[in-house]
Structures are given as structure tokens and as C-alpha cells.
């Protein structure tokens, strides 16, 4: 069955139509990759998905109930959290007050001591950087804590909204290796806006092509991948 | 002379800092400058007395029940009058709470009246001495709840989920919601909190100034400078420019003309403002427009 299930969806800012006609799926486990240009509609999904905005028509299905209408705390607890674009930390307060935040709406102590464990192990340099205001951290360490802090929340469904944003190659190899083992070792699903086609499609399962606010193209990543002449055109991959 | 003027300084410092800390949690929390704070303080003293005159509860035992009903009072003005304004510009919002504020002075004037009442405390005819230094028992009462209001504050905003709450709202609304912290609760407790603080400022030092409905503004007046000398947005800041200005402003009143008392804080603020525009601990911040 589908995790996450969007009908029809219809999404506007103001008078200008964002999103047209909407039609997507997410299947348990894996990634799926959201890629396109600037303003294709990437961040839009997600933002609806995580109800910061309303959609004008259509619906949302997250394990065959609707969350279209409900407020974004109320879809955190139900077990979608994102990492958004601009990371959206807590740049006053230190990391473990960040990561704290993440485990808000949990309450099992033994289960949260051990997502805590787990990220520590994984991202060391968070343990090493523990008192320090996150608006101190560099770019790259601040994303890895913008998704730590969406994992600590214990969901079901991780969005990820261009983890790669404004980081320098090698890190961005780094948050995708980072992104990639999150998959292996908990088989966590994740929908992941990128612009980085090749590297966003070597991780993902599956993908959907944004043009203009329209899903132009969906797919396995095998055939996103193969179908050079649709990348050329939709993405100005050579 | 200069020792003893700092003495009670810091009494008139104490409740500065507590008005002043309760005026930026709400601006931290919802980012509104709330007029209506300084009734908030002559609500929770007038409640004090109700329950001192109609209970015949002893001042001190007064202030826990007072205060108590001072923090639902705020979260019904959180209701009724700011959350349906949420989402709209700033202007609406602070002409709304500046017709909070008249309309809880003219309600207390018709339940009340205008004429200034005393709030009988025990504590106001004894005096502490020290050599040649002395302090009056309510002024020590107000220094002690102070402290003891603001140790219970720090414990509770940095070591219970709700106060981690009011922190990760204040630093960033989306970022808060995204966590699954629902921030109109985390706004409806922070007016909780801050009705709660501000009306002990107004219990405490009712016994000195006596009560009136225009007692809150006044203070407010001052606690608003505080922010702005401690650095508007700093809790912190908020604390030490109370003290800092009740020190201040005691000491110039001791060797100056009474008159000018009363100005000092309006002086700060404008030198403030002129001079260090970010006050002691505030960060410049640049909005694009």
C-alpha cells in the first residue's frame, strides 16, 4: 500500500496557480527524488505535504487518512517530518536544544535515547559541537543537523527539501552519502526535492520530473537515468 | 547615601526586570509589543487585594492564588483579542492591545474605583538596619520574590519541554512547527507566563506605590525602556536593563529634584536609542523591506 498518496492537487500563492494537477505516490521504503529546475514546484510539494501551505484543490493521503487540512505540528505527530529548504534550524539555541526540539513530540525515553545514540554515532561532529549555537556551525554542518533534527522526530516519511543547497561539491557528496546510509540502516522512506540530477537519481529509487508546477515525466530511476534526451530537455543534463 | 540609594534601587529594579522580562516573552513569542502589559500588572495587584480584603488571606499567601488568576486572565486576553488578529499587520495588532489596556484600566475603575487604595502588607512598617544602612521589609519582599520568580522562570524555560517550547518558537516559528511544537499553544502559555511575572511585579510593590488604574502603565513605561537599554529581544537583557535602570533612576532621584525622577527612564531611552540603538545585549538586525 502507499504511504503517501496525493490526488489531484491544486496548489496556488495568491492569485498564480504553483502547482497544477497533481499526481504522485510514495511507497514504503526508499527514496523517491523530486528533481527539476528553480520554481518547478519542488519545495511547494513539500511544503504542502508538511501543510505550512494549503492546497486550493485535491487531497493528501498519508497511510490512507487525509492530511491536507491539518496543522503542521499535528503532521509531524502523525510521522512525516521535514528537513525544509533554508533548514529553518533554532540558530540561538544550542545543537542539543535543537535536537531536542526534533524529539518534541515523543515521549518513550529508551526509544528516543537510541535515535539519539544512533545520529551521534552517524554524525560524530554533532556530539563534538553540542553546546554551540547552531547559527555557528558552517553550512554543511547546520544541514546535517537540519536532518538529524527531522529524524530525531521518529517518522515514518522524511522530506527532504535540497539538502545540497548552497554547499560546496564534496560536501554535497558527503549529505548524499549521509542521506543514502539514513536509507540502508533504517530503511526509512524518503522524498527528496533535488536539483542535483545525477547524484539525486544514483540514490533514489524512483523519481517524478517537475516542469512549471506539472509533473512532466515519473519514473524508476533505472529509466530517468537511461532516458538521456528526456534529462537533456527537462534538466540541461549533458 | 550613594549605598542605600542603590539599595532600594534595586527594589524598584526588580520589578522593572520582571515587567520587562514578561513584555519581551510575549514580543519573543508572537513578535507583538503588547500595551496592555503594564494592566496585566495592575490586574494581578488588584486581584491580590480582592483576595487579601474579601478572603482575609494573609499578603503572602495572597500572591499565590492572585498570580495564579493574573496568568488565565492573560491567556482570555490571548483569546479573545490576539489570536484573532493573528496573521495580520503589526499596527492592527498593537492599536488592539493598546484598547486592551484602556478597557481593563476603565473596568477596574468601575469595579474599584479611581481613587488610589492601599494594599495592606505586614511587611511595609518594618525595617531591616544595618549600620547606617537600612531597607524596608517590603522592599526586601520584593527583592526576594523577584529573585525567587526568576530562578523559578530560568528552571522552567530551559529544563521543562514547555519552556524548550517557548525557546524554539521564539527563535523561529516554522522551525518550531516543523518539530511538531504547536506553536498557538506555546503563544497561549507564554502570555500565561508573563501575565504570571508581571503580576507579582504588581503584588509586590503595591504596598509602596499604592494601587491605581494607571499604576501598570507607569511601570510599564519604565519596563519598556529597561528592554531597550538591556537590548529589545534579549531576556536577558530585559533582567539586567530592569535593574540597571531602577538603580539608575533611584540614584539620580536621590541627588536630584524629585521631579526629575520620574523622566529618568524616558531620558535612558531616547539616549539609548540615539546613541546604542541594540542596547547592552541586543543584535543588530537588518530587515529587508
Given at each position: 500500500?502507499?504511504?503517501?498518496?496525493?490526488?489531484?492537487?491544486?496548489?496556488?500563492?495568491?492569485?498564480?496557480?504553483?502547482?497544477?494537477?497533481?499526481?504522485?505516490?510514495?511507497?514504503?521504503?526508499?527514496?523517491?527524488?523530486?528533481?527539476?529546475?528553480?520554481?518547478?514546484?519542488?519545495?511547494?510539494?513539500?511544503?504542502?505535504?508538511?501543510?505550512?501551505?494549503?492546497?486550493?484543490?485535491?487531497?493528501?493521503?498519508?497511510?490512507?487518512?487525509?492530511?491536507?487540512?491539518?496543522?503542521?505540528?499535528?503532521?509531524?505527530?502523525?510521522?512525516i517530518?521535514?528537513?525544509?529548504?533554508?533548514?529553518?534550524?533554532?540558530?540561538?539555541?544550542?545543537?542539543?536544544?535543537?535536537?531536542m526540539a526534533?524529539?518534541?513530540?515523543?515521549?518513550?525515553?529508551?526509544?528516543?535515547?537510541k535515535?539519539w545514540?544512533?545520529?551521534i554515532?552517524?554524525?560524530?561532529?554533532?556530539?563534538?559541537?553540542?553546546?554551540?549555537?547552531?547559527?555557528?556551525?558552517?553550512?554543511?554542518?547546520?544541514?546535517?543537523?537540519?536532518?538529524?533534527?527531522?529524524?530525531?522526530?521518529?517518522?515514518?516519511?522524511?522530506?527532504?527539501?535540497?539538502?545540497?543547497?548552497?554547499?560546496?561539491?564534496?560536501?554535497?557528496?558527503?549529505?548524499?552519502?549521509?542521506?543514502?546510509?539514513?536509507?540502508?540502516?533504517?530503511?526509512?522512506?524518503?522524498?527528496l526535492?533535488?536539483?542535483?540530477?545525477?547524484?539525486?537519481?544514483?540514490?533514489?529509487?524512483?523519481?517524478?520530473?517537475?516542469?512549471?508546477?506539472?509533473?512532466?515525466?515519473?519514473?524508476?530511476?533505472?529509466?530517468?537515468?537511461?532516458?538521456?534526451?528526456?534529462?537533456?530537455?527537462?534538466?540541461?543534463?549533458? | 547615601?550613594?549605598?542605600?540609594?542603590?539599595?532600594?534601587?534595586?527594589?524598584?529594579?526588580?520589578?522593572?526586570?520582571?515587567?520587562?522580562?514578561?513584555?519581551?516573552?510575549?514580543?519573543?513569542?508572537?513578535?507583538?509589543?503588547?500595551?496592555?502589559?503594564?494592566e496585566?500588572?495592575?490586574?494581578?495587584?488588584?486581584?491580590?487585594?480582592?483576595?487579601?480584603?474579601?478572603?482575609?488571606?494573609?499578603?503572602?499567601?495572597?500572591?499565590?492564588?492572585?498570580?495564579?488568576?493574573?496568568?488565565?486572565?492573560?491567556?482570555?486576553?490571548?483569546?479573545?483579542?490576539?489570536?484573532?488578529?493573528?496573521?495580520?499587520?503589526?499596527?492592527?495588532?498593537?492599536?488592539?492591545?493598546?484598547?486592551?489596556?484602556?478597557?481593563?484600566?476603565?473596568?477596574?475603575?468601575?469595579?474599584?474605583?479611581?481613587?488610589?487604595?492601599?494594599?495592606?502588607?505586614?511587611?511595609?512598617?518594618?525595617?531591616?538596619?544595618?549600620?547606617?544602612?537600612?531597607?524596608?521589609?517590603?522592599?526586601?519582599?520584593?527583592?526576594?520574590?523577584?529573585?525567587?520568580m526568576?530562578?523559578?522562570?530560568?528552571?522552567f524555560?530551559?529544563?521543562?519541554?514547555?519552556?524548550?517550547?517557548?525557546?524554539?518558537?521564539?527563535?523561529?516559528?516554522?522551525?518550531?512547527?516543523?518539530?511538531?511544537?504547536?506553536?498557538?499553544?506555546?503563544?497561549?502559555?507564554?502570555?500565561?507566563?508573563?501575565?504570571?511575572?508581571?503580576?507579582?511585579?504588581?503584588i509586590?510593590?503595591?504596598?509602596?506605590?499604592?494601587?491605581?488604574?494607571?499604576?501598570?502603565?507607569?511601570?510599564?513605561?519604565g519596563?519598556?525602556?529597561?528592554?531597550?537599554?538591556?537590548?529589545?529581544?534579549s531576556?536577558?537583557?530585559?533582567?539586567?536593563?530592569?535593574?540597571?535602570?531602577?538603580?539608575?533612576?533611584?540614584?539620580?532621584?536621590?541627588?536630584?529634584?524629585?521631579?526629575?525622577?520620574?523622566?529618568?527612564?524616558?531620558?535612558?531611552?531616547?539616549?539609548?536609542?540615539?546613541?546604542?540603538?541594540t542596547?547592552?545585549?541586543?543584535?543588530?538586525?537588518?530587515?529587508?523591506?
Amino acid at each position: 500500500m502507499e504511504l503517501l498518496k496525493i490526488n489531484n492537487l491544486q496548489v496556488y500563492y495568491g492569485y498564480s496557480q504553483a502547482l497544477f494537477n497533481i499526481n504522485m505516490e510514495v511507497t514504503e521504503g526508499g527514496i523517491v527524488v523530486l528533481l527539476g529546475a528553480n520554481g518547478a514546484g519542488k519545495s511547494t510539494i513539500l511544503r504542502t505535504i508538511s501543510g505550512i501551505i494549503r492546497a486550493r484543490e485535491g487531497n493528501i493521503e498519508f497511510r490512507g487518512q487525509r492530511i491536507d487540512r491539518l496543522q503542521p505540528h499535528k503532521i509531524v505527530e502523525l510521522g512525516i517530518a521535514q528537513a525544509p529548504e533554508g533548514r529553518e534550524l533554532f540558530p540561538n539555541l544550542t545543537v542539543r536544544d535543537n535536537l531536542m526540539a526534533g524529539q518534541y513530540t515523543r515521549s518513550n525515553k529508551m526509544e528516543m535515547k537510541k535515535d539519539w545514540d544512533q545520529v551521534i554515532s552517524w554524525f560524530p561532529v554533532l556530539g563534538e559541537r553540542m553546546n554551540q549555537h547552531a547559527g555557528t556551525l558552517s553550512g554543511g554542518e547546520q544541514q546535517i543537523l537540519a536532518i538529524s533534527r527531522a529524524f530525531l522526530s521518529h517518522p515514518s516519511l522524511l522530506l527532504l527539501d535540497e539538502p545540497s543547497l548552497g554547499l560546496s561539491p564534496t560536501l554535497a557528496t558527503k549529505i548524499f552519502g549521509v542521506v543514502h546510509k539514513i536509507k540502508q540502516e533504517t530503511g526509512l522512506t524518503i522524498l527528496l526535492a533535488e536539483q542535483n540530477v545525477m547524484m539525486a537519481l544514483s540514490i533514489a529509487n524512483s523519481g517524478y520530473v517537475f516542469e512549471l508546477g506539472r509533473v512532466a515525466l515519473a519514473g524508476k530511476s533505472r529509466f530517468l537515468l537511461e532516458d538521456k534526451s528526456v534529462l537533456q530537455s527537462y534538466l540541461g543534463v549533458s | 547615601m550613594l549605598i542605600q540609594l542603590i539599595i532600594s534601587g534595586l527594589a524598584l529594579g526588580s520589578v522593572y526586570a520582571l515587567i520587562a522580562l514578561a513584555l519581551v516573552l510575549i514580543y519573543k513569542g508572537s513578535r507583538l509589543l503588547n500595551l496592555a502589559h503594564g494592566e496585566l500588572v495592575t490586574i494581578g495587584a488588584y486581584f491580590s487585594l480582592a483576595i487579601i480584603v474579601q478572603i482575609k488571606l494573609p499578603y503572602l499567601v495572597a500572591l499565590f492564588p492572585a498570580v495564579v488568576v493574573a496568568g488565565i486572565f492573560a491567556l482570555i486576553v490571548e483569546r479573545i483579542v490576539i489570536r484573532p488578529l493573528a496573521g495580520s499587520e503589526e499596527w492592527p495588532i498593537l492599536i488592539a492591545t493598546w484598547g486592551v489596556s484602556i478597557t481593563i484600566r476603565g473596568l477596574i475603575g468601575l469595579i474599584w474605583g479611581h481613587a488610589p487604595r492601599p494594599l495592606p502588607s505586614p511587611f511595609t512598617s518594618q525595617h531591616l538596619r544595618w549600620g547606617v544602612y537600612s531597607i524596608s521589609g517590603q522592599e526586601l519582599v520584593i527583592i526576594i520574590t523577584s529573585l525567587l520568580m526568576l530562578l523559578i522562570f530560568y528552571l522552567f524555560f530551559t529544563r521543562s519541554k514547555s519552556g524548550l517550547g517557548m525557546q524554539a518558537v521564539a527563535d523561529n516559528h516554522l522551525g518550531a512547527s516543523l518539530c511538531g511544537i504547536s506553536v498557538r499553544r506555546i503563544n497561549a502559555l507564554t502570555w500565561i507566563v508573563s501575565g504570571m511575572v508581571a503580576a507579582v511585579a504588581g503584588i509586590t510593590v503595591s504596598p509602596i506605590f499604592f494601587l491605581h488604574v494607571d499604576m501598570g502603565f507607569g511601570l510599564f513605561l519604565g519596563a519598556f525602556s529597561a528592554a531597550v537599554l538591556g537590548g529589545f529581544g534579549s531576556i536577558i537583557g530585559a533582567i539586567t536593563g530592569g535593574y540597571l535602570l531602577g538603580v539608575i533612576q533611584t540614584v539620580t532621584g536621590g541627588y536630584m529634584p524629585a521631579a526629575i525622577k520620574s523622566s529618568v527612564p524616558f531620558v535612558i531611552l531616547i539616549l539609548v536609542l540615539v546613541l546604542r540603538p541594540t542596547g547592552i545585549f541586543g543584535k543588530a538586525v537588518i530587515e529587508r523591506k
